[in-house]
């Protein structure tokens, strides 16, 4: 499929997951590797939706020639799960590089909870796996881009297992620096077992969205 032709589904940014009506759960995700992505898929003609968290940053407005983004904003894990629901179906290809919460309060409360000087205990349950889910029910010709992010000595075998666990065509491997910053350092691999990286080590954020969007539509098709 050529890329004009190519539906290509984004998710960045953190989630906020709420306590109370004043407080959240987060991350220090920027959503800028997202944004990126959604840039440099629209710069090459491809139909982009770009789900974006909670952070002030968005894309630039296209160039001339350039598709326009589609963008629809998020707040939590199950804001993002909906969003999801509604559009996976209509894209060829969906990359997760949202920084979804793992955990979440289990129950959150009405108003704003009174300052204690003392402990307080917050009851958590896991957030649900949004991209396994996805990949759960794709057809035969979407494909899946998830990404990994770990400190470097265990970096690839767990981006290797996860890849294996929520059965994605492929996951990019970011070493945890790689949170906040502009530069971005990542191994890409393959469920069929290869491993890819740009011939330059660390890139901006940038430039390093659009060789990945290049190298899916070459070797993911």
């Not at 894209?91 to 959150?108: E, F, K, S, T």
């Not at 491993?195 to 330059?200: C, D, G, L, R, S």
Request: with cysteine; aromatic share 4%.
């Amino acid at each position: 499929m050529t890329a004009a032709r190519k539906r290509v589904l984004i998710t960045a940014g953190p989630t906020h997951e709420r306590i109370d009506d004043v407080r959240y759960l987060a991350n220090r995700s920027s959503g800028r590797m997202g944004i990126a992505l959604a840039e440099a898929a629209s710069q090459i003609g491809c139909e982009v939706t770009l789900l974006l968290g909670p952070v002030s940053a968005e894309p630039r407005r296209p160039d001339s020639g350039s598709k326009p983004i589609r963008l629809e904003r998020f707040e939590s894990t199950a804001d993002l799960e909906r969003l999801l629901q509604e559009h996976f179906d209509y894209c060829d290809l969906l990359i997760m590089a949202a920084a979804v919460a793992d955990y979440r309060p289990a129950a959150g409360a009405s108003g704003k909870l009174p300052r204690k000087r003392e402990k307080v205990t917050l009851e958590l349950e896991p957030t649900p796996d949004l991209v396994a889910t996805c990949a759960a029910r794709r057809r035969p010709d979407q494909r899946i881009i998830a990404f990994a992010l770990e400190e470097s000595s265990r970096l690839h075998d767990r981006a290797i297992e996860k890849m294996r666990a929520k059965r994605v065509d492929a996951i990019v491997a970011n070493p945890l620096e790689t949170m906040g910053s502009r530069l971005v350092s990542a191994v890409i691999h393959t469920a069929d077992g290869r491993t890819f990286k740009p011939e330059i080590p660390t890139l901006d954020k940038s430039a390093f969205a659009a060789w990945l969007i290049r190298w899916t539509l070459t070797q993911l098709g």
